[in-house]
């Protein structure tokens, strides 16, 4: 492997439009549609700057609350390409690592590009990338990690184990994820070398920068009673895709067939090739990482970031069988551009909201539909707000049931004159309890009961149930807003109790 293969990565113009194209087409869609709601709990945990939250680092949140002072006023659409710049940005530079991991492999140019290509198109990037999510993120902290690695083993430049340190350090402060697949990466080390890493000071000094990168956050969970501990159980009960038993094969629904028969056979390469002995730690790393991931209840998306390394593996395999067939190049374009268009098709919002219904996306990509109706969610509450008295409009209290319908509340009700919200979901409770005062209690959301809101106040009316206006079943699709008047409870006797993860 020469240094002219590596250096060859910085100049494939095929690999460099690859991840361009594909960072361009997140960002052309970024404005479609609304705001996701993990987008509006962002933009509301913004406004509440920390070092942590119930559920997640500080670096989301705190981007998000940057764009809502910068954005303040801008029509929503604006205001989301500009939240989901980082994401269509990362996206292109997940696409370009991947290629050059592949070049660090000893993949010829063709290789890298094949490696980004088969990453560009799989559905986990595509459909996290035109949201501000953690995922895209998550895996270019992942692969970066894996290409420093990777360089290091091929160039034995012990500098690269300091910026392993930087990367994981950083990677903290937006999900805690990259400890699973450090413990991987050490894992794979282990088993399948090369263990003279473990004799490299750097290595340690790269993990001391990591903690001390992360301590803030570490400091924030410590002194608020390590809610993300308490999250892990939440995560593991509320599993989608069956749970454990579904992880394996999800796998193949996150990254779709085609680039699954790649990375497949990438990781066939590095725990089976010769070629490829000095990488097999990165093909271990994956194998733990699902390990990890099963035994602890994980999300099935969490080994998303593993996959870079392999589809590096496997473009230089399909390279290899590429050879100088044209019949096989033509067949690999067509099924590679199906691949795209029909991913395209089911992850990015690319039909009209009014008939995203009568399509198969909001089955398949969950997000799509939660990025529909926040506005007319407002709106109807807001009716209800102004169907009270003027004295019951003084001192209502607006309580929303989960957070994405607080943020909702949060971003569009000051427009429509609403009062302020508070919900006991996730960081929210954190900024509670509402004001004691006389005034009625307007419910609004999922995971009230009519049967228990009796015996805590004296009048409960059911005021309105939402309709999105589209036929869309996402997950306010007939929440329903109750008006309770007559509390017999205090809010600091309530509020402990309201508190839900």
Request: charged letters at 15%; glycine letters at 10%; hydrophobic letters at 50%.
């Amino acid at each position: 492997m020469t240094a002219e293969t590596v250096h060859s990565a910085r100049r494939n113009r095929p690999l460099l439009l690859t991840a361009l194209v594909a960072a361009l087409v997140e960002f052309a869609f970024s404005g479609r549609y609304g705001f996701h709601r993990d987008e509006l709990y962002y933009l509301a945990a913004g406004r509440h700057p920390a070092f942590g939250y119930d559920d997640q680092p500080p670096l989301a949140p705190l981007w998000a609350g940057f764009t809502g002072w910068a954005a303040d006023g801008w029509p929503d659409w604006l205001q989301l390409m500009l939240l989901r710049l980082p994401s269509s940005l990362a996206v292109g530079a997940i696409v370009l690592v991947t290629g050059i991991i592949a070049a660090e492999f000893g993949g010829s140019r063709r290789a890298q590009t094949l490696a980004g290509l088969a990453m560009a198109i799989a559905p986990a990037v595509v459909v996290s990338g035109h949201l501000l999510s953690t995922t895209p993120f998550d895996i270019l902290v992942w692969s970066t990690l894996a290409w420093l690695l990777a360089r290091w083993v091929r160039t034995r430049d012990d500098r690269l184990l300091l910026l392993l340190g930087v990367v994981a350090g950083v990677g903290l402060q937006v999900k805690n994820l990259p400890l699973v697949y450090a413990a991987g990466l050490v894992a794979g080390l282990l088993l399948a070398g090369p263990r003279e890493v473990f004799r490299r000071w750097q290595l340690w000094a790269g993990g001391l920068i990591a903690l001390l990168i992360w301590a803030p956050n570490l400091w924030w969970q410590a002194t608020h009673g390590w809610p993300q501990v308490a999250m892990t159980a939440v995560i593991r009960d509320d599993a989608d895709w069956g749970g454990r038993a579904g992880l394996i094969p999800f796998q193949i629904l996150l990254f779709g067939i085609v680039t699954t028969i790649v990375w497949a056979t990438g990781l066939w390469r590095l725990l089976r090739d010769p070629t490829a002995s000095p990488f097999r730690a990165l093909g271990w790393a994956y194998l733990v990482v699902l390990v990890l991931v099963l035994a602890t209840g994980g999300r099935e998306y969490y080994p998303a970031g593993a996959y870079p390394a392999l589809l590096a593996s496997g473009g230089i395999v399909l390279d290899r069988w590429l050879g100088d067939s044209s019949k096989r190049r033509a067949t690999v374009g067509w099924v590679a551009g199906l691949s795209a268009v029909s991913t395209l098709a089911l992850s990015l919002p690319v039909y009209p909201v009014a008939m995203l219904h009568a399509t198969p996306e909001p089955a398949v990509n969950y997000d799509a539909g939660e990025t529909v109706g926040w506005p007319g969610f407002a709106e109807q509450v807001a009716v209800v707000y102004r169907g009270l008295s003027a004295e019951e409009q003084r001192t209502a209290v607006l309580l929303a049931g989960n957070y994405g319908e607080a943020g909702a509340l949060d971003h569009y009700g000051p427009s429509l004159g609403l009062p302020q919200v508070y919900s006991a979901h996730l960081a929210y409770w954190r900024w509670g309890p509402p004001p004691e005062g006389p005034g009625p209690v307007i419910l609004v959301g999922h995971g009230w009961k009519e049967a228990e809101l009796r015996q805590e106040c004296a009048d409960v009316t059911h005021a309105a149930t939402f309709d999105n206006g589209v036929r869309l079943d996402n997950d306010e699709q007939g929440a329903e807003v109750w008006v309770c008047r007559g509390k017999r409870r205090t809010w600091a006797e309530l509020w402990p109790g309201l508190r839900r993860l």
